[in-house]
């Protein structure tokens, strides 16, 4: 790919910034007016005040449990094939016949499924393709990690206690 | 040999379940003979010939996948029991299996009348009501007729309140080490059981019982199934009733890749597709070729993917030093082996019959080169098979004695087999590409091997005097043809790219020339 160069006409006053600059000043000091004399506050005291977001905000994923902490996903593959990221690795393997009280329905089971996070674009279509409500993306919008390998979703990260959408 | 036919294995245009051999009627150019009768299927006149059933006239003009099926297979006799292929013909009562409904001259036929989909609906609407429809644990998704079927006729939603039929005891049952049953997503089509009827003649599937409790079962439960060719089943079963072990939970269809090339574990030369993803194979399944292995293809060449991505297969070339064999460069490990040839006073080239047609010839032309004064010959070592002739059937469908591919073509270059199936010279080279048997040798044989090789065969060689192993290439990593037991020649292509250090021949040698 190569570059575009694009040339526009600027007219007087986009040239000199300062109308522009003059609007920014204007609401930097409305604020720091309103704060100043009538106690308004335009911020958050983050992380002792957290802000309510709408139940349908898309944040960290996480996967369903049934009632004997066995994760629901089958390994079907479909979240894989839809996320436009290409960021869910998946491996399949067949259940312990013997630690399956679900029988069929669980035979086939996530041997490794990673999430990479940092690929991950939040769209939700993982969630969307799943046949088996087993992955999904929580309210929980604190994705800061310390190192890359931690925005790395194992599976027994993801199938941590989430309650409700988090 | 004269009589050669030489294919080129290509990719189908049609998947398994849907190839037939069957061609379009010749016309006759004679205005005084006797025409063919004719139907007219979709407004469109087709000749036929007498006793083609309507499903046959479609696919002799490569109409048939018009025409939903579930029972009827080409390659076995019909049944007429699933009721999908009806189709309607004009002045007939009612619709008609097109399956089993012999074509008669003048008759019309509609394949995709509103009647004929109403009908086809109501079939799936049945076929669905006691399915599981677990496609997500389900194998067979992705590849599966009852579900490419029910997304053009099916309908929308099912009538159907009750509890849905589960076999308790065969939801997951081995039929045997190498197939699985799932009896609940079984259409009972019986396509399986008239295969082990009518192809293989083993007769280890039965159907028990009747109606709502029909349950497929090994005919002996303790032996399972025991007939040599149990993943054609997979192939054909049109659900994921049977789906293979060694396949199982590997892999979802749609990730994989699809190339053709040939199957190298006996001297039949099954046309196979190579399903793979990022270059690993994960199955092998057949190509319909009406003069080779028709629909079908036996077990131990299905398994044999494994072997590719064996952990211990050599893809580096390796160099004996202080008597143990290290990875080294192709270059210094031919530059340390010639040596060696020059001082010894004689050589021997003993070329495998799993050689390509292309690499025994080049061998045969280019090694003299090379080495001076080196003896050339084959062996094959499968199964006491010495050359062609030695080679018979196993079984009435397709294995054979001879368990490597190219026996025929090998020999066809003109060398000759090796005497008593024992090297002699002080250096013996082997090349071989893993199938071929070892011949005999002494127990202080000095041996240069290439080729595929693993590392449990070095182990397992009689003389452990190695002077190094030259890696090479497994048949569906490279170009080539193979001339099978009836004398077809068959081409072939890479159908992935090889993910080591193992050079072609042709590579091998121009760098061992370029060495002087
Ligand atoms: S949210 Fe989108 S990008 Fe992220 S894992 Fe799911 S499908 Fe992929
Ligand atoms: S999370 Fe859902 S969509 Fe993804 S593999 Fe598991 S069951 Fe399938
Ligand atoms: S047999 Fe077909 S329809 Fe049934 S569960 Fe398997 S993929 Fe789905
Ligand atoms: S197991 Fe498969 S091939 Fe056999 S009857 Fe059932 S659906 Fe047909
Ligand atoms: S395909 Fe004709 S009845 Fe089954």
Known sequence: ????????????????????????????????????????????????????????????????????????????????????????????????????????????????FDIDALRCCFCGFCEEACPKDAIKLSRNYELAVTTRDDAIYDLDFLKRDVKGRG | MSNTTEIEIKMPKVDLNYSSFKKPVQVSADPAAKPNPKVTIDGKVYDFAPGDTIMQVAERYKIHEEIPRYCYHPGMPIAGSCRMCTVEVEKAPKLMTSCSTPAADGMVV???????????????????????????VCDKAGECELQDYNFEYGPMTSNFKEEKRVYEDSTTKKLSDKVTLNMNRCVHCER???????????????????????????????????????????DFCPVGAL??????????????????????????????????????????????????????????????????????????????????????????????????????????????????????????????EVIKNIRLSYYNGTNNVTTSKDDQKLDNLLRM????????????????????GEVSSEIAILFRSGRAGIPKMKADQKLILWGVWTQEEIKALPSKNILGVIAGLSTIEKIGSFKNTDGILQKFAPAIVHRGNGLSVKSVVSAWKSLK
């Not at chain 2, 009647?115 to 496609?135: A, I, Q, W, Y």
């Open chain 2, 110 to 136: 509609h394949t995709r009348s509103e009647k004929v989909v109403k009908s086809r609906t109501g079939v799936m609407e049945f076929l669905l009501t006691n399915h599981p429809l677990d496609c997500p």
């Open chain 1, 1 to 112: 790919m190569g570059t575009v160069n694009i040339s526009r006409k600027y007219t007087a006053t986009q040239k000199t910034y300062l109308w522009a600059i003059f609007i920014g000043m204007k609401i930097t000091f409305k604020r720091l007016l309103q704060g100043f004399f009538l106690r308004k506050n335009n911020t958050i005291q983050y992380p002792e005040e957290r802000r309510d977001y709408s139940q349908r905000f898309r944040g960290m994923h996480f996967i369903s449990v049934d009632k004997n902490k066995t994760e629901n996903c089958t390994a079907c593959y479909l979240c894989q094939t839809v996320c436009p990221a290409e960021c869910i690795h998946i491996i399949a393997d067949e259940r312990d016949e013997d630690n399956n009280p679900d029988g069929v329905k669980k035979e086939k089971r996530p041997l490794s």
């Open chain 2, 401 to 420: 004695k001879d368990k490597t591919a190219n026996t025929k073509g090998v020999e066809e270059t003109g060398l000759t087999a090796l005497k008593n």
């Open chain 2, 192 to 234: 399986c059981v008239r295969f082990t009827d009518d192809v293989t003649k083993t007769s280890d599937l039965v159907m028990l019982n009747r109606g709502y409790k029909k349950e497929l079962a090994a005919a002996d439960e303790e032996r399972g199934l025991f007939n040599d060719y149990q993943g054609c089943l997979t």
């Open chain 2, 243 to 368: 789906t293979y072990n060694d396949f199982r939970f590997e892999k979802r269809v749609w990730f994989l890749e699809k190339k053709a090339s040939i199957c190298d574990r006996c001297s039949k030369g099954c046309n196979i597709e190579v399903h793979s993803e990022k270059d690993v194979v994960y199955r092998y399944m057949p190509i319909f070729n009406e003069q080779v292995n028709q629909h079908w293809m036996c077990d131990e060449g299905r398994s044999s993917y494994q072997s590719l991505s064996n952990p211990l297969r050599i893809i580096s070339p390796l160099m004996k030093y202080q008597d143990a064999l290290h990875s080294t460069s192709i270059e210094t490990l031919l530059g340390s082996i010639s040596k060696e040839l020059q001082s010894a006073s004689s050589v021997e080239l003993v070329v495998g019959t799993d050689a390509t047609c292309e690499e025994a010839a080049y061998l045969k032309e280019k090694m003299p």
